[in-house]
Every structure is written in structure tokens, then in C-alpha cells.
């Protein structure tokens, strides 16, 4: 009779079968989502007597943005929004810069910190797959602290997904 051998696999044999499992298994697909911005530059009138009155001057157009799936499959998407500055300039702080969604009544402060604008999961091709929305932003106003001056803010939309 033929005699059979038998080998039990040593450790440095089963790393290397993990290893080159891992080298070949077939990678993750990649998930890109875009982003894009229109009416970014958010321009304010001159305050009125009667903007003074109501407490606040609101921006006549809002800005939109909308999130694009291009590859992958379905993901959390989120965009995010801050200010990178502390102050309007002039004295005036960057919390009476007040922001909402156009489909949400309520109004708030931009702050140095993201704050979750809205989120979705996205399915490319799918559910949501874009989706949008505008965001309107008002400046509040004050006839005792509110010195005439130009006043210029920048902020910052992000957008953040999750597997």
C-alpha cells in the first residue's frame, strides 16, 4: 500500500493564505456622492426702517443643494452647515445670521460648528437619488448694537455620507 502523508498547516502557512486572501479578495465599491451648490453667494438689501421694526432683513433668493449618487449603492447622506468666522464685522456676531430649510418654518443661528442641515439615504438610481433642498437665511437686526457698517460672513456647506 502507498503510504499517504498527511501535513498540518504552521502558522506562517495560514498567514500566508490570509494574506493572499486579502489580496485578492475583491475590493468594496467605492461610494461617491457629489455635491453642488447654486445661488451660493447669499446677498442681503439694505435694512429697512420696517426690517428694523420685524427685528431682521431677510435674503431675497435662497440657496440649493443637491446630493448625486454616483457610485455605490445605498448610504446616508447628510449635508452640513458653519460659519467660518465668529462676526459679521462691525460687532455683529455670526449667531444673527439665521438659517432654514424652505420646507421647515423654523429658523436657526449659524454657528463655528456643523450642524446637520438635513439627511437622507440615497440609493444610486434610486430612492433619492438626487435629492435637493434650498436653504433661506435671514440677518437679525437690532436698532441699539447694529452700527451701520458692511457686514460679509462666509459658510460652509458640507457634505457627509455613511456606508
Do not use: C
Amino acid at each position: 500500500m502507498p503510504r499517504r502523508e498527511r501535513k498540518i498547516l504552521g502558522a506562517s502557512t495560514i498567514a500566508a493564505i490570509l494574506l493572499a486572501l486579502a489580496l485578492f479578495a475583491s475590493p468594496l465599491a467605492a461610494q461617491k456622492t457629489t455635491r453642488t451648490l447654486a445661488n451660493a453667494t447669499v446677498p442681503f438689501p439694505a435694512p429697512t426702517a420696517a426690517d428694523f421694526v420685524a427685528g431682521f432683513v431677510a435674503a431675497p433668493t435662497g440657496m440649493t443643494f443637491t446630493l448625486n449618487a454616483t457610485t455605490g449603492a445605498s448610504r446616508t447622506t447628510a449635508a452640513l452647515i458653519r460659519a467660518t468666522s465668529l462676526s459679521f464685522g462691525g460687532g455683529k456676531v455670526i449667531g444673527d445670521l439665521e438659517w432654514r430649510r424652505s420646507d421647515l418654518a423654523t429658523w436657526n443661528s449659524v454657528t463655528t460648528t456643523n450642524v446637520q442641515i438635513e439627511s437622507r439615504v440615497i440609493v444610486r438610481n434610486g430612492a433619492n437619488d438626487p435629492w435637493n433642498n434650498t436653504i433661506f437665511f435671514r440677518m437679525l437686526l437690532n436698532w441699539t448694537t447694529d452700527a451701520p457698517a458692511t457686514y460679509s460672513a462666509n459658510y460652509v456647506i458640507t457634505l457627509s455620507q455613511t456606508p
